[in-house]
């Protein structure tokens, strides 16, 4: 990885909070400080590279996501200050906007006089936000996994319930990923993210184009569907509460998944409350997903399980933790994994500073 690179990683997805998807949007459109890649040319690197979009229209949304949302200045931080200028060069814009910051970053980091340190001590605490996609770097949710599945094969759905960032969306895609071979019952798995649609018009549209069938809703919707075998997975299920969506949309998810001895849906959907928090839409009627999707709590990790984590991140560099510093990680995380994950990257890279200076 050139320092470019690194800058983009550590200096950009880092620090205003990037999702595993739009950092390597932003890798593949910014591959250098003086290339900027259009939509289709980042889609078109989805083949070699699956967390990429595979459509230009995917792409721009998640772009209009992150300048909008991520990159936007806010009180407490700097952002770029074109983020809503309806400019055809915007992207050219977001680079020379990045280029000062980097050339600032490079200063900082003595890339110019400093020799390269050794691969091994590149480091092992990566991704630091958002979903882990790759099965080998998810650690600690073994359980989790098996209890949902099992919940699966006897027949329900599963909500994922857990605070922000506790690893709702990368347990989605192990499920996601392990679903051909953990399903008693072979189902299609489809996974949607909530955050990139903004209404029920949007939902039926990405459904059906990811099921393959014409847009439709309602009873056409539900005599499509008939004919398939479907695991739905909704990641950031608390965006059906915004006002684009309706109660109709989650009756008729419910209708799909319910009532029947193998529905065309099983749902698997995450959500920061409980469910009859997150959906009280009326006094006398349950939420829409209740009685349908049983909940399984996602918490954060004892002491044990940090202490494995650091170990297993640990086993093949050649820096040790110290105990004042594996409890001081575990109080300031709180056993929360994304925290930990990036009070680790600190920590390590405290140990590669100090290599550096006495090369």
Not at 18 to 30: D, G, N, R, Y
Not at 153 to 171: D, M, Q, R
Not at 306 to 327: H, W
Request: net charge negative; hydrophobic share 35%; with cysteine.
């Amino acid at each position: 990885m050139n320092s470019w690179q690194n800058f983009l990683l550590v200096d950009v997805c880092l620090q205003y909070g990037l999702s595993q998807t739009e950092q390597a949007i932003l890798l593949a459109k910014f591959p250098d400080e003086n290339t900027v890649n259009d939509n289709n040319q980042v889609a078109d690197q989805s083949l070699e590279n699956p967390l990429l979009p595979d459509s230009e229209d995917t792409v721009r949304k998640h772009m209009w996501n992150m300048y909008h949302k991520r990159l936007s200045p806010q009180p407490d931080r700097e952002g770029f200050p074109d983020y809503n200028q309806r400019i055809r060069d915007k992207d050219a814009k977001f680079l020379a906007w990045l280029k000062p910051k980097y050339l600032e970053w490079l200063r900082t980091q003595n890339y110019n006089i400093a020799p390269p340190v050794p691969a091994s001590t590149d480091n092992p605490f990566i991704p630091l936000n958002d979903i882990i996609t790759e099965q080998h770097l998810l650690f600690g949710r073994e359980r989790e996994i098996a209890r949902v599945f099992e919940t699966l094969n006897s027949g329900s759905s599963v909500a994922l319930i857990g605070e922000k960032k506790i690893g709702k969306s990368s347990l989605l895609q192990a499920i996601y990923q392990q679903a051909q071979y953990q399903l008693l019952k072979p189902r299609k798995a489809i996974y949607l993210n909530l955050s990139l649609i903004f209404n029920d018009e949007d939902f039926y549209d990405e459904l059906c184009y990811q099921v393959g069938i014409p847009v439709s809703k309602g009873r056409q919707l539900i005599r499509e569907l008939q004919k398939q075998q479907l695991l739905l997975l909704l990641d950031e299920v608390q965006q059906m509460t915004w006002d684009g969506f309706t109660r109709e949309l989650r009756q008729q998810l419910r209708g799909l998944a319910d009532g029947q001895a193998n529905p065309p849906l099983r749902l698997v959907i995450a959500a920061s409350e409980h469910l009859d928090v997150l959906f009280p839409d009326s006094r006398d009627n349950p939420s829409p997903f209740q009685g349908v999707c049983i909940e399984e709590l996602i918490q954060p990790w004892d002491e044990n399980m940090v202490r494995g984590f650091i170990d297993s991140r640990l086993v093949n560099t050649q820096v040790s933790f110290t105990e004042e510093e594996i409890i001081q990680l575990t109080q300031e995380s709180g056993g929360h994994p994304q925290r930990l994950m990036y009070w680790c990257h600190r920590t390590y890279s405290r140990y590669i500073e100090r290599m550096k200076t006495e090369l």
